[in-house]
């Protein structure tokens, strides 16, 4: 059992390069999201899904684009990426509500230069 | 807008000095408060959910008590291996949690 799996763990990119962050899980969570955490920020959550087919936008959308095709995965897309991306970006994943606790992957540190 | 904000932000212990963690919140129907554990380099580990003011979980040295203002996540006797970034956040009527910034915990030999 995997549980969150992030791939890639480490990215450097160009400003104005685009790529994306993949987010895979095993469990059968209805429910995930991304946030990223900066150092006193704190996590601040850029989008989430409560099911396939579903996404809503976070607190801090603006520069990110996702899709949920599968119940497993939820890939997190950076159009063109600016230094303010620079961040740890995790993903997480829960039954339902989120009651009995989210499960987070071990994230992708991102560095745009 | 729900918040949370969590003092202090670094506490240093020596072992077995027990202490106290604070967790402000203000939250628009609370569905519930949650503490995580972070370890360096790793995601958050959930660690307890409370629901309700009066609500306590306990794990381990660790107790978690919720009220209608904030939650402390009390550490007993602490270890060493307690070191960590300690994260609370809430869940209000969307179904989205809202972190503080973290207490970052350590604690000497």
């Known amino acids: 059992n995997a549980g969150v799996t992030q791939t890639p763990k480490f990215q450097v990119l160009k400003t104005g390069q685009s790529m994306t962050l993949q987010c895979a899980q095993d469990?059968?969570?209805?429910?995930m999201s991304w946030y990223r955490q900066d150092p006193g920020m704190g996590l601040r959550l850029i989008h989430y899904?409560?099911?396939?087919?579903?996404?809503d936008q976070g607190e801090v959308p603006n520069g990110y684009n996702v899709s949920r095709s599968t119940t497993e995965d939820f890939p997190l897309r950076l159009l063109s990426a600016a230094p303010s991306q620079t961040s740890v970006y995790f993903c997480?994943?829960?039954f339902g509500t989120g009651s009995y606790g989210y499960t987070f992957g071990s994230g992708t540190r991102l560095t745009v230069v | 807008e729900d918040q949370v904000t969590q003092s202090p932000e670094a506490l240093r212990l020596q072992e077995g000095e027990s202490s106290s963690l604070n967790c402000s919140y203000t939250?628009?129907?609370?569905?519930?408060l949650f503490w995580y554990r972070q370890d360096p380099g790793k995601g958050p580990e959930f660690l307890f959910t409370?629901?309700?003011a009066g609500e306590e979980k306990e794990k381990e040295r660790l107790k978690a008590t919720l009220t209608k203002k904030e939650s402390f996540l009390h550490i007993t006797a602490p270890k060493p291996e307690d070191s960590a970034t300690y994260l609370c956040?809430?869940?209000?009527?969307?179904?989205?949690?809202?972190f503080g910034q973290g207490t970052r915990l350590t604690i000497n030999p």
């Open positions: 997480a994943s829960s």
């Open positions: 469990m059968n969570h209805e429910y």
């Open positions: 899904s409560v099911g396939a087919g579903i996404t």
């Open positions: 939250v628009s129907g609370l569905r519930g």
């Open positions: 409370l629901y309700s």
């Open positions: 956040a809430v869940q209000g009527g969307a179904q989205k949690l809202v």
